[in-house]
């Protein structure tokens, strides 16, 4: 799913429309028949996971644009989240910075808002297998904190676990403001698009991509 901030006074939601994506619409068609040329193994349309797929067109435009471009493709779709990993033992920190492009949330079993997902996401981790720098204590536990938010939110749903689809509805509302940390007063995200998977194998199955359209 795909948010994009945008100014309340200046977007009407009443004046727009959800339509599937047709693969004959142009320039979409177009598109597509060219997808070689950021990867071979996209040569015939071959079905790919969305979340990989967008990565993949992420990475390969951040390479294939002019340098004076480069900086505004990182500014709308790069977030920042703060990793803050605290020793059990002796409290020792280690702090760092992770750039996220696309957001992969879990489906959590205490709700199903997009707003539970990302909450599940950011909450409080325990780690095992790890050595503190400090006293060499192979326990931890990692707090996610949001940096900075993008302008284009892209979440990918973690609907499979071990083989297993979680069917479950996702509960969301076309604009949407996280309630973890405060976006800008006068901006929410306003739901641009959405990628629905069908059927119950990750490896075979279809995709429909629903968009908003301007009456």
């Known amino acids: 799913m795909i948010w994009c901030k945008f100014f309340y006074y200046k977007f009407d939601v009443e004046e727009t429309s959800w339509s599937p994506l047709e693969e004959t619409d142009e320039p979409l068609g177009h598109f597509i028949d060219h997808l070689y040329l950021v990867n071979a193994r996209f040569v015939g349309g071959e079905q790919q996971d969305a979340g990989d797929f967008f990565l993949e067109l992420y990475n390969y435009f951040a390479e294939a644009l002019p340098n004076e471009v480069?900086?505004?493709?990182?500014?709308?779709f790069e977030g920042v989240i703060r990793q803050n990993v605290v020793c059990?033992?002796?409290?020792?920190?280690?702090?760092?910075?992770?750039?996220?492009?696309?957001?992969?949330l879990p489906m959590t079993l205490r709700g199903y808002t997009l707003g539970d997902c990302l909450a599940e996401y950011l909450a409080d981790e325990n780690i095992?297998?790890?050595e503190?720098?400090?006293?060499?204590?192979?326990?931890?536990v990692m707090k996610k904190t949001v940096v900075s938010w993008p302008r284009v939110f892209v979440i990918c749903l973690q609907r499979f676990s071990n083989g297993e689809k979680n069917e479950a509805p996702?509960?969301?509302t076309e604009g949407w403001q996280s309630a973890e940390k405060e976006i800008e007063p006068d901006h929410e995200y306003l739901l641009q698009a959405a990628v629905t998977h069908l059927g119950e194998y990750k490896c075979?199955?279809?995709?429909?991509t629903w968009r908003r359209t301007v009456k």
């Open 170 to 172: 996702l509960c969301f």
């Open 88 to 104: 059990k033992l002796c409290g020792y920190e280690t702090v760092t910075l992770q750039t996220m492009v696309i957001w992969p």
């Open 132 to 140: 503190c720098f400090k006293c060499a204590h192979g326990e931890a």
């Open 70 to 76: 480069k900086p505004g493709l990182s500014q709308y």
């Open 204 to 208: 075979s199955s279809n995709c429909c």
């Open 128 to 130: 095992k297998d790890w």
